[in-house]
Nanobody, 123 residues
Framework: QVQLAESGGGLVQAGGSLRLSCAAS????????MGWFRQAPGKEREFVAG????????DYADFVKGRFTISRDGAKNIVFLQMNRLNPEDPADYCC????????????????WGHGTQVTVSS
C-alpha cells in the first residue's frame, strides 16, 4: 500500500510562487508515474503535471506550461511541483497521484491519491 502525503499549499498573491511536495511511502517496487491533479470548487478534477519514476519524462497541462515545473527526488521518493506566476485561475485543491495513467492525463488508472493541499491565490 503506497501512501502519498502532500504539503506546501497556502495563500499567495497573484504572480507569486508556491512549491508543493508529495512524499510517497510504501513498497518502492510498486511505484509508477506520479503527478498532480487539481480540483477547484464546482469544477471537475483535472490533470496538471506528471513525471515518470523511471526517467525524467514529464508532461504538463497547457494552462501551466511555462509556469509550473514537476520534478522528483528518487532517493527520497518525493515529487515536487514548483508553481510560478500563479494567477486567479489556479486556486484549487491539488492532489498527488500515483498510477500508470498519469501521463495519459487520465484518472482511470490512478491507484493512489493523496488527501490534497489547498492553494489560494489573492488578487
Amino acid at each position: 500500500q503506497v501512501q502519498l502525503a502532500e504539503s506546501g499549499g497556502g495563500l499567495v498573491q497573484a504572480g507569486g510562487s508556491l512549491r508543493l511536495s508529495c512524499a510517497a511511502s510504501g513498497p518502492s517496487g510498486s511505484r509508477y508515474t506520479m503527478g498532480w491533479f487539481r480540483q477547484a470548487p464546482g469544477k471537475e478534477r483535472e490533470f496538471v503535471a506528471g513525471i515518470r519514476c523511471s526517467d525524467p519524462t514529464a508532461d504538463y497541462a497547457d494552462f501551466v506550461k511555462g509556469r509550473f515545473t514537476i520534478s522528483r527526488d528518487g532517493a527520497k521518493n518525493i515529487v515536487f511541483l514548483q508553481m510560478n506566476r500563479l494567477n486567479p485561475e489556479d486556486p484549487a485543491d491539488y492532489c498527488c497521484a500515483e498510477g500508470a495513467s498519469v501521463l495519459d492525463r487520465s484518472q482511470n488508472g490512478i491507484r493512489y491519491w493523496g488527501h490534497g493541499t489547498q492553494v489560494t491565490v489573492s488578487s
